[in-house]
């Protein structure tokens, strides 16, 4: 059939006019641009059969297309480093284009280069099959073969069509076979899936209609056709070859996946299939195996691993040895986007630093992607690990791996995007709008079949493009309409010389430094070990350099433009230092580099400022000293010493000129640099020491105060003394532990020296310790507590030199003068920490602490309170408690008020009661005492005895605690159960003392109601400390403290008594809150009487103010009128739903009456008469709910301030009852148009319901289990049962459902119902009876059915409706009559009609 197929499409192609192909041709070349594709002149025209066949040299070659031979077979998981295989390829491409960039790049890609694509390089490189393009074309317009709908790349190209041919492309280009037929079309539809085998011998092709044909691709001869392998009247979506021998597997548009097996037994083709997954559990899109046998030392697997993907999960089964399912995630997403697959293999670090090759799996939909690795687990289970979650910021619809680490995305503008998976970071984005792709969504919704899919497959498969864009290798193929494209991942190579080529050298020189570095992406062709790689990449960066260097050299700007010069010169010298640096080019570098540019002073001056970063980095510690010498002396002129330090630290000694280096820093003060050389050139530790610390004396000693520098002198002293003690160099590195000993003795015994060499007469003793010590006497001792944890210390002979060490400095600072009581404390600090960590080491005399004691606690001594404070507790903290006595230490530190230091002693002594007192006492913690009190009851360590001590500090400075801060005393009261039954003894404490006693009572109730629980008003404990009376007599508090608060208060509060509170309100003459209480209590017209005095004051009030100042200080007056109006009318609408209408009128009236009244004499003031005229017609408003509205009007009319005035001064009273009026009949057709919507959307419900055809499932009784005969007649209901008619009877409605049968009486469907309701006991059969018609009516149905049965007359249970009844509701006419809802036959029959089978009906 295949060479038929062939034959028949060479022989239309020679009918074909010879005139209407050069038309046909012309318009093709019409869409190619020659310049861009390099299409040279055709002076003759070729034939057809040349057309068809040749080489396109405008296409990619068998290099471009990269179509390797079969790869030798490899080990799974193995731990082989590099670039791995796709398990979808054959083999990968790393060769060169042999096309040029204009060829290889449409106009639609080459818009879209950015910035972005320039960091990276072209990491693409797109290519246009022309031959195969061109012979797709002419197929569809000359023979009738129909458009491109699929494709299967392999060593040969298959491309599908939608007249079912399947044309097989060479890598040459050329047509190899012509597979079917256009006849073979008409029968099974466009082809929609194919496959090739591993060794591309075998074809599978998918058709539209459902058929699978097995072609032999070596003669191009059908072998078979199996259209039984798959849910019938389905369309193949996928085919896929597996590992295992002759099997693969299919998807169709059901939804369902299954597993094919081709056999060839004695000479004859076989085949089986076997459904692994149903489309009912949820239909699958796509599916992927995993093709391992690449990765195995044998081509024969023994586990077969299939992915798959539904519409809202992805599930990895097994299906050899023994079908298993290996894992599941859920893909939540919009309905119509599709999930992705793709498998690849990855090389990934472990955490023991080994490296392993697993299969990871890609999955995602929308704009979501995932990365699972599969590998062994525990027992040689297979198990997933999450390796990550990519999020994109477009929707995908194609996904393929292009390479280990980067991943090809298509997204739903037909955009290409490059991304590298590890830092999500994209690469490049090309353009393939133009290239019209190929889109399955016929055969997701399969037209060819009827139709018949789900609304969801055919929503998401609108877009489905799984054989447009296929993996292979480091390629990607792309399937379009009229075009067939390639693209694929230029080699690192290729990527650095299209970036010259395109002009943009300094992106080449960035890009290949980051290849040396291995910080670039997407990299191919290095598949070499390390060195090597790096080697290769160094070769390349130093050409590249070399012609960089030559370029820009040549393209000088003029040198009359200093600003233009320098720009040109910032730009290219730091490039070029950069890739030097980085690449380890240091002969270019310090050669041809630094010939070049120190040639003139500007390029020169950057030259050595662009070196500055990779020296303080230390990349470059080895230069010539002729350099060095140029750096330094360029720093110096330019004013930048702090790095000229930085830059001589981090300089080998070698490279410096010494003369030169310390000069400059002596000159300068760069001591840094000072101690660097001494140390590092010369191996000497001291000098540099004894001089600098000669220089910060001399500052000392001048009496001035030291400057920024001269304290960074002394600071970077007591650091470099600090490292030589601890065995560290400065500024940084370690000292030769050979010279280690050595350096430490020399450093102690520097200062610890009587004198320092030659000295002066006058000099004191002990200078570098005693200028140490006047520098900072804190951090000099540090220095020395760090140095006594060495080793060198802990000896004997290290002992005794402690000793000394703090004998000198009893000796200088005690005995001595100049030291200030805070640098005493600190050395007794310092002693009393040495004597603790070992006891018996340090002799010292008592009597020094209690000379420090007095000294620091002396009265005189006013100055540094805080400070002296701070030394004694440290003091006493490192274990100088021992050394007083405590009663002694309490008393002058009560005379100091040093009541940190009384606390230390308190809770040493464990009186924590008293500690409570220096918290009060001390002014800056006074707030932290409710923390300690809190802290002490909270802790177990604490005992009972303490917490009653603690109790009565709290009740003895109640009053002092109330006025620090009222609410962390409430706080404290009811949420620590030992001080909540201090409450009553506080209250009867402060029974004198009304203020006080206020605000305790304030404080309690306003943290119990800000602190309530969410269903109540509080902890219980709080509820049963807080009584009501206590409330009361709060309440009575406020009403004499505070009374504008008790009205609100009120309001909010709860738990009080009604009559009690409205007693004491009555007392206090509270008007409001005594109309609030009769509210409460039910009294409407006590409280309404009450506050329409008040709002006759308050109109009084706001006349009288409009009397004597106008309407200018009647704003606050006018408020309290309308506040309490709202007040009045609100309570009126409370007593108008229980009083009659005289009642009612009682309420509203008097209210209307007295803001009419404000009508004639605020007839001068607009203003205020506008507003009163709004509260009038607010009033009026209110009232007509529950007034008639004559009785309305005919009070008003009467008012003189409306009867004698002119109809502008009623209108906005008309007005509003008008605007009330439509208001309320557009509520009511509302109502009247929701309800007739419901009752249409129920009516059609129904009515679908009834009419629509039932399914029966079974072909036997559900009743007997019997089968049906076709002389039997059977009843189906929509529930989907079905039954004898003389089992289960012709009642419309299921009596499987019901669970009784047409032999049970009415009476046993009672008694059924009783039992079920026997819980229900004691309720008479009226109650029962109702109670079980709203259980069976509320099981279904919309709410309107629910409410008219409700409303209907009863007519006994379900199961006493007779028949004849059913049918008379039936018969009632909905169209012919209005008031069908109100009629008591009408019904709704919700059961689908009956279905007899009788003799006639076939089953």
Known sequence: MAMEGEGQLSNDLEKVNETDFVKQLDLQLEELDDDEFQLPPVGELPTLESILNENDPGSVSDDDLAIPPLPHPKTSFSTEGGDTLSVHSRGSSDSRSRTSSTERHSSGSRSHKDAQSKTHGSVLRHVILKGVAAQLVSAHDRVGAGLPTTMAVGNIICVGTSHGLILVFEPTQALKFCLGSTQLGEQYGSVSALTLNQDCTRLLAGFAKGQICLFDLTSGKLLQTISDAHTPFTAVLHLKWTDYPGMAVISDSGGSVFELSIKRTMGLNSNESRCIFSGSRGEVCTIEPLLMSQFRATPLVETVILAMATISKVIVVSLRPQLKVLFSHPLKASSSTLPLLAWQFVVIQMPDGTRVIDPVLAFGREKNVYFYQLTHGS????????????????????????????????????????????????????????????????????????????????????????????????????????????????????RLDYLVREGHNREALQLALDIYQDKAQAIVGLKHKKEKRQQLVQEKICELLNQYLDTAMENLPDRSSLSALTNYYTQLVPLCVQVAVGANLRNILFGRMWETFSEDALSKGIFLEALEPYILSDQLSDISPSITQCLLSHQEVSGRLQATEACIVHLSVT???????????????????????????????????????????????????????????????????????????????????????????????????????????????????????????????????????????????????????????????????????????????????QMSRQQGAIAINRQLFDQVLCHLTAPDAESHHEERQTALLELLQEGGLIHYDTNHLLLKAHQAEFYRVCEYVYEERGEHEKIVECYLEDKLRRHQVFTYIRSVLSSPQFTDLHAQKIQQQFLNYIKVLLEIDSSRVASLLLTMPQLTPLISDITQQLKGETQLLYKALHALFTYRSTHASPGGRGGDLSDNILTPELQEEYIDLMCRVNPNQVYAYLKGAEGYRLEQALEICKRHKQQESTAFLLERAGDIKGAFDILLVILKCRVDDLLSSVDDDGAVNSSLSLGHVQAQVVKLVRVCQLGSSQLEESGRRELWFPLLDVLLSTQPPLANHQHLAHEMREMVGHVVNSMMTHISLPAILERVMHDPGYCGGNFAQIKHLLQGMVERYVYEETLYATVVRIIAGDQLRYLTLQHSQACSPLVVYTTTCAICHSVYHPSSKAVAHSCGHSYHAQCGGESPSCVMCAGSTQDEKPAEETQHIDTSDQPLAGLDETQLEGIQRVRVLGSGGSRLQFLEELSSPRVGLAGETSASTTLQRNSVSVAGSQDIWLSKNFALKLAPPTIDFDESDKW
């Not at 984005?429 to 009827?450: E, N, R």
């Not at 447009?468 to 480091?474: A, R, W």
């Not at 960074?712 to 470099?720: D, T």
């Not at 006047?774 to 030199?801: C, I, K, P, Y």
Request: hydrophobic fraction near 45%; charged fraction near 20%.
């Open 379 to 494: 027992q040689e289970e297979l198990q997933f690990i999450p390796l990550q979650k990519m999020s994109l910021s477009f929707v995908v619809q194609g996904m393929a791996w292009l390479n280990t680490r980067t991943l090809a995305v298509l997204d739903t503008r037909e955009h290409l995007h490059v991304i590298d998976v590890k830092t999500q970071e994209e690469q490049e984005m090309v353009d393939l709008a133009h290239l019209g792709l190929v889109y399955a969504s016929p055969h997701f919704k399969a037209i060819a079949t009827g139709g018949n899919v789900s609304k969801a497959m055919a929503v998401a498969g609108e877009r489905a493009c799984y054989h447009s864009m296929v993996s292979f290798g480091s390629q990607v193929l792309l399937l379009g309409t009229k075009s067939f494209q390639v693209v694929t991942v230029r080699s690192w190579v290729d």
């Open 655 to 833: 490279s410096l000129d010494l003369h030169q280096a310390m000069t400059l820093c002596w000159t300068h003060g760069l001591y840094d640099a000072i101690f660097y050389i001494y140390t590092r050139g010369m191996k000497d530790f001291v000098t540099p020491l004894e001089e600098l610390v000669i220089v910060l004396c001399n500052t000392m000693d001048s009496g001035n105060a030291l400057t920024d520098s001269q304290v960074m002198l002394g600071n970077k002293i007591l650091v470099y003394v600090s490292c030589c003690l601890a065995g560290r160099a400065y500024p940084h590195g370690d000292i030769d532990p050979h010279e280690l000993q050595q350096v430490k003795h020399e450093i102690f015994k520097c200062i610890t020296s009587l004198h320092s060499k030659n000295a002066k007469p006058t000099e004191n003793s002990y200078p570098f310790l005693r200028t140490l010590l006047r520098f900072d006497t804190r951090e000099f001792l540090n220095v020395l507590a760090l140095a006594f944890e060495e080793a060198e210390f802990t000896s004997e002979l290290g002992m005794r030199q402690r000793q000394r060490v703090v004998d000198i400095l009893l000796q200088v600072m005690v005995e001595g003068q100049g030291f200030g009581p805070a640098q005493l404390g600190s050395l007794f600090t310092f002693i009393a920490r």
